[in-house]
């Protein structure tokens, strides 16, 4: 393991703390053989605070997190529209179609393997003026159990993949369900990534209502808002329709008619520098 490459990460205030704690837990208990118990409880503690930052998506104790968009982007009235786990042929044209009609831009957080498979479909997303970032190379739901090793492998061969085919390095990753550990802030470090998680989701991927859908978008809507709906792996409405379809237009309007506008996560990054 080269951990020479991992020399510019800056662990935050609770890794510092977690780092010094498990170095001073040995030497405690040289010095105080009988206070194993505080220890121990102190450490088990300790793995519980960490295990938690990793499996809440939206928690920044371990790491940068983007839960929205920095204040420039609101103050200039932007929300973004992510779009995970793509590319789909069956549903990715119609939700690029949509955008289009609606002169909105999004960001596809896309499963770099797919896009091997659909490298067209993904020239296609950013010839229409949109973004492709990192949503991981397989999609593997056991990454919250990686070391750093296991990590960059993930990451790093989504990164190049993605930029072969897309022509753009990718400057975000988003895990898999939002899942992660504190060791992929590191990882992120080495491969200049920022991580973005959301402000609110629809839980289209399970939830059959477009309406509802819809609601849970919109509830308390506002500039810097980052919402996250699904191409890939997309419920299907009663009518058998991806569900996304349904509810892109409707939400659309209402960005309008909050003289909102949806622009990609990499145009809110490159402004707010």
């Given at each position: 393991?080269?951990f020479s490459a991992?020399?510019?990460w ?10 010094l ?5 040995p ?5 105080r053989p009988?206070?194993?118990?505080w220890?121990?409880?102190?450490v088990?503690a300790?793995n ?12 920044s104790?371990?790491?940068?997190n983007?839960t929205?968009?920095?204040p420039?982007s609101a103050?200039?009235g932007e929300i973004?529209?992510t779009?995970?786990d793509?590319?789909?042929?069956d549903v990715?044209?119609?939700v690029?179609d949509i ?8 960001t ?20 229409r ?13 056991h990454?919250?159990f990686q070391?750093?090793g296991?990590w ?5 061969a989504?990164?190049n ?17 939002g899942?992660?550990n504190?060791l992929l802030?590191p990882?992120?470090?080495r ?8 402000t ?10 477009a ?21 890939g ?13 349904d ?11 909050a003289?909102l ?6 145009e809110a990054?490159v402004h707010?520098r």
């Amino acid at each position: 393991m080269n951990f020479s490459a991992y020399r510019n990460w800056r662990p935050t205030p609770l890794m510092l703390a977690s780092i010094l704690l498990t170095m001073a837990a040995p030497l405690a208990l040289i010095i105080r053989p009988d206070s194993w118990p505080w220890v121990l409880a102190i450490v088990v503690a300790d793995n519980l605070v960490l295990t938690f930052a990793g499996l809440w998506p939206r928690c920044s104790w371990a790491g940068s997190n983007w839960t929205s968009l920095p204040p420039s982007s609101a103050e200039r009235g932007e929300i973004a529209i992510t779009i995970d786990d793509g590319p789909d042929p069956d549903v990715t044209p119609a939700v690029l179609d949509i955008l289009e009609r609606y002169g909105a831009k999004a960001t596809f957080f896309c499963i770099a393997e797919k896009a091997q498979r659909y490298p067209g479909l993904c020239r296609d997303i950013v010839n229409r003026g949109h973004r492709i970032e990192n949503h991981s190379m397989h999609h593997r739901f056991h990454l919250p159990f990686q070391l750093l090793g296991g990590w960059f492998s993930e990451l790093n061969a989504a990164q190049n993949a993605l930029t072969e085919i897309s022509g753009s390095r990718p400057a975000f990753f988003r895990p898999p369900a939002g899942l992660r550990n504190p060791l992929l802030d590191p990882v992120l470090s080495r491969l200049d990534l920022q991580l973005a998680s959301w402000t609110r989701r629809g839980f289209d991927t399970v939830e059959q209502d477009a309406n509802r859908v819809l609601a849970k978008l919109l509830e308390g809507l506002r500039a810097g808002d980052i919402l996250l709906l699904h191409d890939g792996n997309a419920a299907r409405s009663r009518r058998g329709m991806p569900v996304i379809l349904d509810v892109l237009p409707p939400l659309l309007d209402a960005i309008a008619a909050a003289n909102l506008r949806a622009v990609t996560l990499r145009e809110a990054l490159v402004h707010a520098r």
